[in-house]
């Protein structure tokens, strides 16, 4: 990328807002990954609209980063732009029962903000570390709940950069999946339909889930969150777990002996050691049970070994 066309992203947005070669293990959950070519920090819907604009007219490839949870970034980065939703972006509002809530608003604030109204109905998203926007991309789901169970409408914005409102029931909305994944639009917003609750249980309800984590998942170790998909019929984890793999690791990478379904950084990964074990995995467990184990982790950037 030529030094014109990055201080045009210093002209539109500040340069407060744009950084170059930024590490982008400092943006993700499992704090893997090189530097971004160019790393923006959009306050308002009008600059994320510029700034995509300026892509499309310079032909650069961008990507849409929330709280960088559930994503791998190549160890040579990404040689484009990275357009980041969250720390600016993440206003909420509590109308009645429903909340309007800006694309960059964490899942776990959101939930904080509907106990403190006594609405229930999304405690099972407070524990996801990840954002709105990122969320309703993939139908994020835990614990028996989803993200279209309480969804009412989603403002996004198209590749013409036209902006526009759809409801929740022409989002089709699947396991891990929706229409705004599949035509590629960017969240900017969504409203979410909750209902009156008491707050002394949804606060039991919470601690009840937190705990749970707490237990099941390896929360003191780097990680993207669940790493595969769950395959139709089966668990990830268990078929991982009864393939003989608990503990098992390539360099700084290393399937969770806590979880089976993590991959987590035991210290220094490389994204390469992550895809490396991945491969593995998905080979031992296609071997022994006949079941193709599907990533649910994104991968960004260029990878020697997929």
């Given at each position: ?258 979880h089976c379904g993590f991959v987590i950084n035991k210290g220094n990964a490389t994204a390469e050691d992550v895809v490396s074990l991945m491969k593995h995995v998905t080979e031992v467990v296609q071997e022994k049970y006949g079941v193709t184990l599907e990533p649910e982790v994104k991968f960004l950037g260029e990878f020697d070994g997929r």
């Amino acid at each position: 990328m030529n030094e014109a066309v990055k201080q045009k992203f210093c002209q539109v947005l500040g340069k407060e807002q744009v950084l170059f070669e930024e590490p982008m293990k400092s943006h993700t959950t499992f704090r893997i990954g090189g530097p971004a070519e160019v790393f923006i920090m959009p306050k308002s819907v009008k600059q994320v609209q510029m700034a995509v604009k300026i892509c499309q007219e310079e032909q650069i490839p961008y990507f849409i980063l929330g709280n960088g949870s559930n994503l791998l970034v190549s160890d040579r980065g990404y040689r484009g732009v990275i357009i980041q939703m969250d720390r600016n972006m993440g206003e909420i509002q509590v109308e009645g029962t429903e909340i309007q809530a800006a694309a960059g608003a964490l899942l776990s604030s959101i939930a904080v903000a509907a106990r403190r109204e006594s609405l229930t109905g999304f405690e099972f998203a407070g524990g996801i570390p990840g954002t709105l926007g990122g969320a309703v991309v993939m139908n994020a789901g835990a614990y028996g709940g989803e993200i279209k169970d309480v969804l009412k409408e989603v403002t996004v914005m198209d590749g013409d950069g036209k902006i526009f409102t759809l409801p929740a029931s022409e989002l089709e909305m699947g396991y891990r999946t929706s229409i705004i994944k599949t035509a590629g639009y960017l969240v900017l917003s969504a409203r979410i339909t909750l209902s009156r609750g008491k707050e002394e249980d949804i606060k039991a309800r919470t601690r009840e889930l937190s705990e749970m984590r707490t237990q099941k998942q390896p929360l003191d170790y780097p990680s993207a969150g669940s790493t595969f998909k769950r395959p139709e019929g089966y668990f990830a984890g268990k078929l991982i777990m009864d393939s003989g793999l608990r503990g098992y690791s390539v360099g700084g990478a290393m399937v969770s002996e806590k979880h089976c379904g993590f991959v987590i950084n035991k210290g220094n990964a490389t994204a390469e050691d992550v895809v490396s074990l991945m491969k593995h995995v998905t080979e031992v467990v296609q071997e022994k049970y006949g079941v193709t184990l599907e990533p649910e982790v994104k991968f960004l950037g260029e990878f020697d070994g997929r």
